[in-house]
């Protein structure tokens, strides 16, 4: 089982970590409130049970986000994270659309698979715009 959890950071919370880990859940952990989050206790929870952890003491707001996103991608199917991203876009940016298909608002599969590739611990080059319109033309795409 994989489970996403955004808590305290604290020894209550290794604990808690710990009794998942040891029913064989697979944990990726991220800050609910980066000014209560223990850097010993989220370096721990990693070292120690080799959950994925997304915490660190004073985060900004960004950061916080970031993080949040690192946690879900590491146990979410990617389609799924495409989805939820999907609707969090059209709750914050106040869209509605009539019935129909819509295609996935543009950036989102990409932040998805580059939050997976980061969690995972793989780096990725940017693409030149040579490579974008080959890969965005469907006239000289393969």
Same mark, same amino acid.
């Given at each position: 089982?994989?489970?996403?959890?955004?808590?305290?950071?604290?020894?209550?919370? *290794?604990?808690? /970590?710990?009794?998942?880990?040891? !029913?064989?859940?697979?944990?990726?952990? /991220?800050?609910?409130?980066?000014?209560?989050?223990?850097?010993?206790? &989220? *370096?721990?929870? +990693?070292?120690?049970?080799?959950?994925?952890?997304?915490?660190? +003491?004073? *985060?900004?707001?960004?950061?916080?986000?970031?993080? $949040?996103?690192?946690?879900?991608?590491? $146990?979410?199917?990617?389609?799924?994270?495409?989805?939820?991203?999907?609707?969090?876009?059209?709750?914050?940016? !106040?869209?509605?659309? !009539? #019935?129909?298909?819509?295609?996935? #608002?543009? @950036?989102?599969?990409?932040? $998805? *698979?580059?939050?997976?590739?980061? &969690?995972?611990?793989?780096? /990725?080059?940017?693409?030149?715009?040579?490579?974008?319109?080959?890969?965005?033309?469907?006239?000289? @795409?393969?």
């Amino acid at each position: 089982m994989r489970i996403a959890a955004c808590l305290h950071v604290t020894t209550e919370t *290794a604990n808690l /970590c710990r009794a998942l880990h040891a !029913g064989g859940a697979e944990l990726a952990l /991220c800050a609910s409130n980066s000014l209560s989050t223990k850097g010993d206790v &989220a *370096a721990a929870i +990693h070292d120690e049970l080799g959950a994925a952890v997304f915490a660190v +003491h004073g *985060a900004d707001r960004e950061t916080f986000y970031r993080q $949040v996103d690192a946690a879900l991608a590491t $146990v979410m199917d990617l389609t799924f994270a495409t989805q939820a991203l999907a609707v969090q876009h059209l709750a914050t940016a !106040g869209v509605t659309l !009539g #019935p129909g298909v819509h295609p996935v #608002p543009a @950036g989102i599969e990409e932040r $998805v *698979a580059r939050h997976k590739l980061a &969690a995972l611990g793989v780096g /990725c080059d940017d693409l030149t715009a040579e490579q974008e319109s080959y890969l965005r033309d469907w006239r000289i @795409g393969s």
